[in-house]
C-alpha cells in the first residue's frame, strides 16, 4: 500500500518565517518602564488624506472644544519647530489592512499612538541608506534631519529636510530591517528590507 501524499509536510505561508532575526521594525517602540506610561492615543485630523502608519513625526493640535475627541488632533510633520512627537504600532488596535497592502494604517477620523518629544521614548524610524555609514560612530546628540516627502532620517542636505528637535538622541542603526514603503500615487504601504533608526526622542 502507497500514500499518495506526506502526512509529514509542514507548509507555512511565505514570509512568515524568516531565516534571519536581526533587524528593526519600523514604528515600534522599544520597551521601557520609565517611558511607557507616556504611551498616548491622538486622532488623525480631518486634514490627512495619506494613510499614518509607525514610525512617522507628527505634530498636534489641541482639539476642538466640546469634540469629546479621544485625543489631539494627529497630523504628519512638515516642518521645522511643528515636530511634537511620533506615531508607533504599538496599541493602535484600530488600524486597518486594506487589500493590497501589508501595512496597518489609520486615515482622518482613526485614533493611533504615539509619543511626544521629551518622553524619551526610544522608536524605530525609516532612514535614509547613505546616511548611516555619516553618522555611524558620530555623537548621539548630532542634529537629526526628517524628509517629510519620503517619511524618513535625512541628510540635511535633502530638499525639503528640516531638523527634528535638539532633544532627539541617535542611538543605533540596522540596514536589515523592516521599514514602510509608500507609493503616494496609488496609495499603497507594504514591508520592505532598508534601513533603519533607534531614535530616543
Request: neutral net charge; charged residues 5%; hydrophobic residues 40%.
Amino acid at each position: 500500500m502507497t500514500i499518495s501524499f506526506n502526512p509529514a509536510l509542514t507548509t507555512s505561508p511565505q514570509n512568515t518565517f524568516l531565516l534571519q532575526t536581526e533587524g528593526y521594525v519600523q514604528g515600534n517602540y522599544f520597551d521601557d518602564p520609565s517611558t511607557k506610561n507616556w504611551l498616548l492615543s491622538g486622532v488623525v485630523g480631518s486634514s490627512v488624506t495619506q494613510p499614518m502608519w509607525g514610525g512617522l513625526a507628527i505634530e498636534e493640535t489641541v482639539a476642538q472644544v466640546n469634540a469629546n475627541a479621544l485625543g489631539s488632533s494627529i497630523t504628519p510633520a512638515a516642518s521645522a519647530g511643528t515636530v511634537t512627537g511620533f506615531t508607533v504600532f504599538n496599541q493602535s488596535n484600530n488600524m486597518l489592512l486594506v487589500p493590497g497592502n501589508n501595512v496597518q494604517q489609520a486615515v482622518a477620523g482613526m485614533t493611533m499612538a504615539y509619543f511626544r518629544t521629551g518622553s524619551n521614548a526610544r522608536i524605530a524610524v525609516s532612514c535614509l541608506a547613505s546616511l548611516v555609514a555619516s553618522l555611524e560612530g558620530g555623537a548621539v546628540n548630532q542634529t537629526l534631519y526628517w524628509d517629510p516627502v519620503l517619511f524618513q532620517l535625512t541628510a540635511s542636505g535633502t530638499s525639503g529636510a528640516f531638523a527634528l528637535p535638539s532633544t532627539t538622541r541617535i542611538i543605533s542603526f540596522n540596514s536589515n530591517s523592516k521599514i514602510v514603503s509608500y507609493n503616494s500615487g496609488t496609495g499603497a504601504l507594504t514591508w520592505t528590507t532598508g534601513s533603519a533608526a533607534i531614535i530616543q526622542i
